[in-house]
């Protein structure tokens, strides 16, 4: 951590006013004072229960201290100082004012205040963009190749065509289209920001391995023939949704989430979907995953087992919803209702739908909650039978990303709390503090009354004696007043036998 704490000390003491004492780090490994009238001393801080120490300048003539660093053991155990150094803090209040001012704000070198980080422009996104392929750029800024190029879209930046990086391969010279000047300068600023050099190549390591894995994976659904041959998850949906009654009449949909498999699909598309969904739980088995039904939450999890992260699943099939037209018999039964309803209240007005529901045979799979989701869906050239790899490989790339955002929400969620505890103990030490310095001004102040008292007791004593000697009941009065004053003095433990006694009860009434 060492490193971490010279810049900010060098920094600190970078605003020191120069004197004759010059202040330096080298090679962030010690802190050396640089002292031209004495020799430099190496000291080691051996105070246990809290290491504190100052690496600072002094003016020759009031010895003033200019500036000071609190350091920890951990942080940093051997301090290179002027042998006059530690008689900066020789007295209570100073070491108290030190403290004060240290431990009243948190370790400056420990807290990442790094200057945000500044968006690329328009310009520079157009030259990466034609300097490598998207594929290259896009993990840079945390995005996908197709999240990227709608980006570049939206901001006017033409894109390299289909067949150009292979042509710039092949040794052909090939020439830029032009970038068009925009009307409007708020889409100069792209709002892309890049990724630390860290993430970055995690990112493009995950993208490689997804990409091998899509190359080594062979999927293909299974023809659905005898439920013998299904996946025991996958029968037990086909006997539940298979079933004649308790499905909805508008949209067609059959789905029983909290029972099976998440699926919500048609009559028509549930043998395609049961055969998707059997190919792809004997694929991700093998690579290291398994399916689960959660009844009480109504969904179905995939749960990876090296990590435990869970993601959950759907398969849905898309329904075309259009405002239903009335057909010749309803409205004749509509003319029927207002023909009776005038005077037979009884009569019921018809039911019709307000939308009519046609079946699609699009099927889309869902897999994950924000900020770690995808999805696939059949388009109008592929279906998602034949993009099954890419599937499989996208789920266990999902995966691996679910398990980063936990650890990183974990991680946050641990610093939130060592920062609460922290805040707690600051909060609880300033109460404190604060309670013991009215104590002890309580009792300074209450040695200060009872001094006072028996001044005032001693001064009556004499005034007795130089007018005839103190009576009886002087004698009593002065040694009532020293008893208080004794009481009142917070070095004597004395008790008073009226002022201690309990508070006396009031009377109720007499009758």
């Known amino acids: 951590m060492l490193e971490q704490a010279a810049p900010w000390i060098m920094k600190q003491l970078n605003t020191v006013p120069r004197s004759k004492n010059r202040v330096r780090v080298e090679d962030a490994v010690e802190i050396e004072v640089e002292h031209l009238q ?31 660093v609190r350091v920890s053991r951990p942080w940093l155990s051997q301090l290179s100082l ?34 945000p980080k500044k968006a690329v422009d328009r310009e520079t996104l157009y030259e990466e963009v034609w300097t490598e392929p998207v594929t290259v750029v896009a993990p840079r800024y945390g995005l996908s190749d197709v999240g990227l190029a709608k ?25 830029r289209a032009p970038l068009p000047q925009l009307n409007q300068e708020a889409l100069s600023n792209t709002g892309l920001i890049k990724l630390p050099p860290e993430q970055a190549e995690i990112r493009e390591a995950t993208r490689k391995a997804s990409a091998q894995l899509r190359k ?31 499905w909805p009449e508008d949209t067609l949909l059959r789905s029983a989430p909290k029972e099976v498999l998440n699926l919500s699909v048609t009559k028509a598309s549930l043998d395609r979907a049961l055969g998707i969904v059997d190919a792809l739980i004997r694929s991700l088995v093998t690579q290291g995953f ?14 990876w087992l090296e990590t435990g992260a869970t993601m959950v699943f759907s398969l849905t099939e898309h329904v075309k919803r259009l405002p239903h037209v009335n057909t010749p018999a309803e409205e004749r039964a ?7 309803s005038r005077w037979d209240s009884s009569v ?15 099927l889309a799979i869902e897999v994950g909650r924000w900020p770690s989701r995808s999805s696939w869906k059949d388009t109008p050239k592929t279906r998602l039978e034949q993009r099954l790899n890419a599937v499989v490989a996208g789920i266990v790339d999902l995966a691996r990303q679910t398990h980063a955002h936990q650890l990183e929400e974990t991680r946050r969620k641990d610093a939130h709390q060592r920062a609460v505890v922290h805040y707690e ?46 009576s009886a009941e002087q004698v009593d009065w002065l040694s009532w007043a020293r008893a208080k004053a004794d009481w009142l003095d917070p070095l004597i433990h004395v008790s008073d036998p009226i002022l201690d006694a309990p508070e006396p009860k009031r009377p109720g009434f007499g009758w």
């Open 38 to 68: 004495r020799p430099v001393e190496s000291i080691f801080v051996h105070d246990y229960r809290s290491f504190w120490t100052t690496c600072a300048t002094y003016r020759k003539e009031s010895a003033q201290l200019l500036t000071f």
């Open 82 to 115: 002027p042998s006059r150094a530690p008689a900066i803090c020789k007295t209570f209040r100073a070491r108290r004012v030190l403290a004060d001012k240290l431990m009243s704000r948190p370790k400056p070198w420990e807290t990442s205040v790094t200057e």
């Open 151 to 175: 980006i570049c879209r939206t901001l006017a930046i033409p894109l390299p065509s289909r067949g150009y990086w292979a042509k710039v391969k092949a040794g052909k010279i090939m020439h």
């Open 216 to 246: 080594e994976l062979n999927v293909a659904p299974f023809p659905v023939q005898t439920p013998a041959s299904l996946h025991p998850l996958v029968r037990a949906a086909s006997e539940r949704l298979r079933r004649r009654d308790g």
């Open 290 to 303: 398994e399916f689960e039904v959660n009844p009480s939450g109504g969904e179905t999890l995939i749960r």
């Open 334 to 340: 509509q003319k029927r209702y207002w023909g009776r």
């Open 348 to 362: 019921e007005y018809p039911t019709i739908p307000r939308y009519d529901f046609t079946p699609t045979e699009v």
């Open 425 to 470: 103990f600051l909060t609880k030490r300033h109460t404190d503090e604060a309670e013991r310095f009215k104590q002890l001004e309580t009792q300074a102040t209450d040695w200060e009354r009872a001094a006072r008292l028996r001044l005032y007791a001693n001064a009556v004593e004499e005034h007795a004696a130089a007018t005839g000697g103190p």
